[in-house]
């Protein structure tokens, strides 16, 4: 395991997500990245999220979101807020 051939792991994949989204990153990393997701359901959850955000964020200024897509996020949001005051308390 982790022989130099530095696969990215989770914490890199979720640090790169926006960087992925925005096509920043270079080649070679896109790839490591990639094929983390294709292995990886914990990081291919958030990163479909984070697109799916990114496209409800991207048409709210048009007047057509999904509605499945619209409670998806709702939910996701309420469950990071639920979360936060869990690690809080
Ligand atoms: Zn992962």
Redesign the pocket.
Known sequence: MGTGESDV??NE?LYRLYTYLDGELTEERRHKIQR?LDE?E??LDAFDFEADLRMVIAQGCKDHVPDALRQRVLEALIVEEQKQQFTKG
Do not use: R
């Open positions: 792991d989770c994949t983390h990886c914990t990081c």
